[in-house]
């Protein structure tokens, strides 16, 4: 027996060791050293040197004068963050989505992009379509009393495209990017 | 479809079916013993283990001792990763002060990590500590695969050899799957996700306050390392509950790809091991050939079906096109598509979108991949020792159709493996019909089903055929985490692993001990066309003749309801 028992429990403690200690800390050690920004949570800092959020985490924001992300199943939380597990039969969804649509349709413009009215998988995905922000240029232009054009750049600038997949634009970086715009000149 | 939703695909399968040869080669040096070029790195850490533990690796095992040192090794790890679970608040490594898990809920998840399934009734960010994650789960995963490529060597070893006792050392042959075929990858794959942006840190999570000033706390931990496993071992647990729908767990678009080429590279390169066992590389073409046809089938078919609009939805307002709930921007339809049937074909289980909102026969395509068994490339050993059990199958079919004594590479296949290979059949039916029936006819374990009408009857036989051809991933609306679907999908875990494993280990017994006969003008072919299509219907009509009939009470009844 004791010739079945030593090897298990040697190796499982040596397995252990290896891929259960040993392995994490050498990821950890040159992950700290070749890529800190991105082994600690890709943070985002203001300019007081503390963290606003990550690049990567969606966080929430509501007001006219906001790009807002797409919605989120668990209301942003991110411990721990969720999806709506809908089912595309289910009428919660039919209903949700149709209810958003009234909320949000833009009357000169055309149907609502479905990115910003479905739920994503994580709760905090970070990104938009291009066109799903470009449909809330006017709402902010108009907020923030800003030409409507300088905040269509703000769009086109932030638009990532990629060789495999489709393009996006950082909701973040768009805020962020909306605070550096001079301030709006009142019209009238 | 765009021009990089193509450039994607290409990207995956050149990823995928380039490497495999010279990957193959390597695994089968590396489980032979043979001297690699990362024998004089990982030589010494070997031959400690061995010391250390009291094993000579030169000395072999039969059918029954490899078995028992298999079934105690897992035992072992076991009784580890349960305690590690339950004991988690005691110990160190909790930045969060978490405490230990909920005694089911414990038994589900070790049952679910020591099968290779990794099925999660639990969210990693807010119920697992550091330590729970990197000392318990991920060593799991790492030893669960490196027993599914010892299960499959030993078979291939059972098939090649002639008139012997020998199947090779169980312990030698964990410890060099572990040691040259897993960790490397990892080592390159976890860096690789750290610079896409995958956290690796011991730190505590953090708080931000966002631009709008409300507080946020960023999940951090040691998550690229834990990743790495989870995908390369087909094992699927993600460290976050969203799994690598996550930013975190999977950031951009190019983290995407290595995860998802991840999922099979292992087990595509595998099949090509078999090749230099049995040194006949037309064999490993064969099946490839036949994984490959089934794939594309799926496949295709549900990125078709992920393309139309949920008529559900058909309002002015609302713009027309491919359904968005669940799925991340960053991946759009195609990326979650494909990873969708990759990741149920390979037995991995990870997913980058959620099934759930996936369009009815979508769902149905991820359904049926696991449903023949998860022998599309399946997991890592797993898949291509599932695949050979029906190789055999079609064998002794073209055998019944030609009237002679079935025979595969020169081995006869006679009652005793007859019957062995008929106890693998039966594994899937009942864990998924017999187990799924009783959840689904007791009215408190049917209530764990969140959406309504045919779909809800889908969350279930998902939840229940994903323990069993241990997979792990979800209808993620079912509500597992209750006494009665940790323990009935556990033991459906248990059956799904074990019950392949003992005859698979019985099965290469038998086939080791024969003689083998010359390959001779009698025997049937298995490396041509016609082989090919024989084993492919095979395993649709065994998969399909037993599954086909809960698919149409599902996804069928879902879409035709939504009049598609």
């Not at chain 1, 050498?26 to 007081?48: I, K």
């Not at chain 2, 590279?265 to 064969?286: C, E, N, W």
Request: proline content about 6%.
């Amino acid at each position: 027996m004791s010739s079945v028992l030593r090897p298990a429990v040697s190796l499982i403690v040596l397995m252990t060791l290896i891929t259960g200690v040993a392995y994490p800390l050498v990821v950890t050690g040159v992950a700290q050293v070749a890529f800190p920004d991105q082994a600690n949570g890709s943070l985002v800092y203001d300019d007081h040197e503390k963290v606003i959020g990550s690049e990567l985490i969606a966080q929430n924001f509501t007001g006219e004068e906001w790009f807002h992300p797409r919605p989120s199943a668990g209301a942003y939380a991110t411990v721990a963050s969720g999806a709506s597990n809908l089912a595309p039969s289910n009428p919660a969804l039919a209903t949700r989505v149709a209810e958003d649509a009234a909320k949000e349709k833009v009357d000169s413009q055309g149907p609502v992009p479905l990115n910003l009215l479905t739920t994503s998988g994580s709760g905090l995905d970070p990104h938009l379509t291009p066109a799903a922000a470009e449909y809330q240029v006017s709402r902010i232009a108009a907020a923030r009393n800003l030409p409507r054009e300088s905040v269509q750049k703000l769009v086109a600038d932030n638009t990532q495209t990629s060789l495999i997949g489709p393009p996006v634009v950082n909701v973040l970086d768009l805020n962020l990017g909306l605070n550096r715009l001079p301030s709006g000149k009142a019209v009238n | 479809m765009h021009g990089y939703d193509y450039l994607l695909i290409l990207a995956f399968f050149s990823l995928v079916l380039l490497p495999a040869p010279l990957l193959g080669r390597f695994y089968y040096n590396v489980m032979e013993g043979k001297r690699t070029f990362l024998t004089p790195v990982m030589g010494p850490v070997e031959r400690i283990c061995y010391r250390l533990s009291g094993v000579d690796p030169s000395i072999e095992q039969n059918w029954k001792t490899y078995t028992i040192a298999l079934l105690a090794f897992n035992l072992a790890g076991f009784v580890v990763l349960f305690a590690i679970l339950l004991l988690q608040g005691s110990l160190p490594l909790n930045p969060q002060g978490l405490p230990g898990m909920e005694w089911s809920l414990a038994f589900n998840t070790t049952m679910s990590f020591v099968t290779n399934t990794n099925w999660q009734s639990y969210s990693g960010e807010a119920s697992l500590s550091y330590l729970s994650q990197m000392a318990g789960l991920t060593v799991q995963n790492f030893v669960s695969a490196a027993t599914g490529i010892a299960v499959l060597v030993a078979f291939c070893r059972g098939i090649s050899r002639r008139s012997t006792q020998h199947l090779g050392n169980f312990w030698a042959d964990m410890t060099r799957a572990t040691l040259y075929g897993l960790l490397p990858l990892c080592l390159v794959l976890a860096l690789m996700l750290v610079w896409q942006g995958v956290p690796q840190t011991f730190a505590h999570y953090v708080d931000a306050v966002t631009l709008q000033g409300t507080d946020q706390a960023l999940p951090l931990g040691p998550a690229a390392s834990q990743i790495a496993i989870k995908q390369l071992g087909t094992n699927g647990g993600g460290f976050f509950g969203v799994n690598s729908a996550h930013p975190f767990e999977n950031p951009t678009i190019w983290s995407n790809l290595f995860e998802l080429v991840s999922i099979i590279l292992i087990p595509v390169a595998l099949v090509f091991t078999f090749g230099h066992y049995v040194k006949d590389m037309r064999q490993s073409r064969a099946i490839i050939a036949c994984m490959l046809a089934l794939f594309l089938i799926g496949g295709a078919t549900a990125m078709w079906a992920e393309y139309q609009p949920n008529p559900a939805l058909n309002v002015a307002s609302v713009e027309q096109t491919a359904p968005m709930e669940g799925k991340e921007t960053r991946f759009g339809t195609t990326a979650t598509v494909l990873w969708a049937a990759t990741t149920t074909a390979a037995s991995n289980g990870s997913v980058n979108g959620m099934h759930d909102s996936l369009n009815p026969l979508t769902g149905m395509i991820a359904l049926a991949n696991m449903m023949v068994g998860e022998v599309i490339f399946g997991g890592v050993g797993a898949g291509l020792y599932g695949m050979l059990l029906n190789v055999l199958i079609a064998v002794f079919l073209a055998g019944l159709m030609i009237g002679r004594t079935p025979e595969y590479l020169g081995k006869k296949l006679q009652a005793r493996e007859v019957k062995l290979l008929v106890a693998t059949l039966i594994v899937m039916p009942v864990g998924v019909l017999v187990f799924g029936a009783l959840a689904a006819s007791l009215p408190g374990p049917a209530g764990a089903v969140s959406n309504p009408g045919a779909h809800g009857f889908s969350q279930l036989l998902y939840a229940y055929t994903s323990a069993t051809a241990n997979n792990g991933s979800a209808f993620g609306g079912f509500s597992g985490n209750t006494t009665f679907h940790n323990l009935m999908l556990g033991l459906s875990m248990f059956i799904g692993r074990f019950g392949y494993i003992l005859p698979v280990l019985a099965l290469a017994g038998s086939l080791a001990a024969k003689k083998s006969s010359p390959l001779g003008q009698n025997s049937f072919p298995t490396h041509g066309p016609l082989f090919v299509t024989l084993l492919t219907v095979t395993i649709l009509l065994v998969g399909g003749l037993t599954f086909l009939p809960t698919l149409a009470l599902g996804p069928i009844a879902e879409h035709l309801s939504l009049g598609f």
